[in-house]
């Protein structure tokens, strides 16, 4: 069985500074891994996936993710954050064949202005 | 493109009162689910069906039933409600075939509970 572990419910930076959520995933084979974000009184929107093909990951809002086999890990990083990124985010994993997606349990990222 | 589109957006219930929360998807996906989303405790899955016909448990599937009625709906009801059920309802649907979930899911914008 697969599952992911976000490490940080909660995660507080400048505006300006770097954003890294950690993501930590448990599979026995090739995982399928994703991103969300919500942000307040809505629903869960795509971030990005990562499907096998490259490592590196772009997403929407300059966000980007890595998959790093042997870490087992898919962080989530932007350069620079804005306030705008205040948000709850999820990392989830799938494998091939699976009928659902695995969520972890969320970090909320502040930004201090 | 509407996705995935969830009514109500709010509502408030009495104890024991019943009522279904409808979701409908217009992008042909197979596979359709209910979330429910509570402080501290991520998203929980309540029912999902993989495809037109099956249904099958999450993790918290007591109090609930569901329907899949065509490929484009999928229904969740509460018989009688109870406090514990306040909660946010989101449901997602997934494209994969056969009911995999490998691209990922979209969700609605969900529904906002209050048993009372």
């Known amino acids: 069985a697969q599952s992911v572990t976000q490490l940080g419910s909660h995660v507080s930076v400048s505006e300006g500074a770097l954003v890294l959520l950690r993501c930590n995933y448990s599979?026995?084979?090739?995982?399928?891994l994703f991103w969300y974000v919500q942000y307040p009184n809505q629903g869960l929107q795509l971030l990005l996936k990562?499907?096998?093909?490259?490592?590196l990951v772009k997403g929407i809002n300059g966000f980007e993710a890595e998959f790093k086999k042997s870490e087992t890990s898919f962080h989530l990083t932007k350069p620079s954050a804005h306030m705008s990124d205040a948000a709850e985010y999820f990392c989830?994993?799938?494998?091939?064949?699976?009928?659902?997606?695995?969520f972890g349990q969320g970090t909320r990222l502040t930004i201090n202005p | 493109n509407a996705g995935v589109t969830q009514t109500p957006k709010f509502q408030v219930l009495k104890t024991g009162q019943s009522m279904t929360l409808q979701c409908a998807q217009d992008?042909?996906?197979?596979?359709m689910y209910w979330y429910r989303q509570d402080p501290g405790m991520g998203l929980r899955l309540i029912y999902y069906?993989?495809?037109?016909?099956?249904?099958d448990k999450g993790e918290v599937p007591n109090g609930y039933n569901v329907s899949r009625l065509n490929k484009r709906e999928f229904s969740l009801r509460l018989e009688s409600a109870a406090p514990s059920q306040t909660s946010v309802y989101f449901c997602?649907?997934?494209?994969?075939?056969?009911?995999?979930?490998?691209?990922?899911?979209?969700f609605g914008s969900g529904t906002r509970l209050t048993v009372v």
């Open positions: 997602a649907s997934s494209e994969g075939g056969h009911g995999t979930a490998n691209y990922g899911y979209t």
């Open positions: 599979s026995s084979v090739p995982p399928y």
């Open positions: 990562y499907t096998s093909a490259a490592t």
């Open positions: 989830a994993v799938s494998v091939q064949g699976a009928q659902k997606l695995v």
């Open positions: 992008m042909n996906h197979n596979s």
């Open positions: 069906s993989a495809s037109e016909g099956t249904t």
